[in-house]
C-alpha cells in the first residue's frame, strides 16, 4: 500500500475530537422547570446552567416535539388556561439566546394559534406541512365529518 493510502486511512481510523459546542438543544423538563417554578432549586440551577450556557455564546435550540410536549404538560398537567400558555410561548419565543426550529414555521403556527385557538400541535403540524408544500393535512382530528383540513 502506498505510504500517502497508508496515512489517509490512519488519520481516519483517529479517535475524533469533540467540536466546540456551539448550540445546545433543551429538554422539555428543563423548559417546564423555568416556566413553573414548580421546584424552585432545582428551576435555579436550570437558571444557572442556561446563564453558563448563553454567556459562554452558546445559543440554545427547542425543537418542534419540545414546543408541543411543553404546552401540552402546561394545559394539562399545571391548568394553564390557552391564553397562560400563548403567554409562555409569546416569552420565549422573544427571549435571546434561545432558537427554535424552523423559526418561520413556529411563528406561522403561532399566529394561526393565537387568532383561531384550538390545539398547539395541530397548528405547528399545519404549519410545518404547509412549508413543506402540503396543501391540507389529512386527520382524524375534531369532531367534524371531514377528514381532510385545509391549512391555514
Known sequence: M??????A????????QH???????????VLVRLVTDDDPA???RMQEALDVELAAGRECLVGHIVL?????????LYDHS???????????LGFVGLRFESMPTVVAAFKVWQREGGD???HLIGAQMKALGCE????LDHSVPVVKRRIA
Open 2 to 7: 502506498p505510504q500517502q493510502k497508508k496515512r
Open 9 to 16: 486511512l490512519q488519520n481516519r481510523s483517529r479517535p475524533h
Open 19 to 29: 467540536p466546540v459546542i456551539q448550540m445546545l438543544a433543551l429538554d422539555t423538563h
Open 42 to 44: 432545582q428551576a435555579q
Open 68 to 76: 408541543c410536549e411543553l404546552i401540552w404538560v402546561l394545559g394539562c
Open 82 to 92: 390557552q391564553a397562560q400558555c400563548q403567554q409562555t410561548m409569546t416569552i420565549l
Open 120 to 122: 398547539w400541535a395541530d
Open 136 to 139: 391540507a393535512v389529512l386527520t
